[in-house]
């Protein structure tokens, strides 16, 4: 739910407990995935000629979707506001309908 727009962004209602969500996906993504397509990546890369290196190519097209996942997992926490009020889903939407 879109409230409001400011210099270009908008910002984005969000209750707790998607925010904590979203940061915890975060955490696993920066810390479990990407130190894992980090690993392959390195490994494809030993194996010699990266243009003929299908192993290579294919773990850089996995790191640069992650790159792309995380990326926007950062966009939604830095556009999202948690309302004042005590918000569970229904009491977001109770919120937004009452403005």
């Given at each position: ?25 975060h ?54 506001l ?9 009491a ?8």
């Amino acid at each position: 739910m879109k409230i409001k727009q400011e210099h270009g962004v908008k910002t984005n209602l969000i209750t707790r407990e998607g925010y904590l969500q979203l940061q915890q996906e975060h955490d696993h993504l920066w810390n479990v995935k990407r130190p894992e397509v980090t690993k392959i990546v390195s490994w494809a890369a030993s194996l010699g000629d990266r243009s003929e290196n299908a192993d290579w190519n294919s773990a850089n097209t996995i790191m640069s979707l992650l790159r792309l996942i995380i990326n926007n997992v950062l966009y939604w926490q830095k556009t999202s506001l948690i309302p004042p009020c005590q918000c569970t889903r229904s009491a977001l939407h109770h919120h937004v309908l009452s403005r």
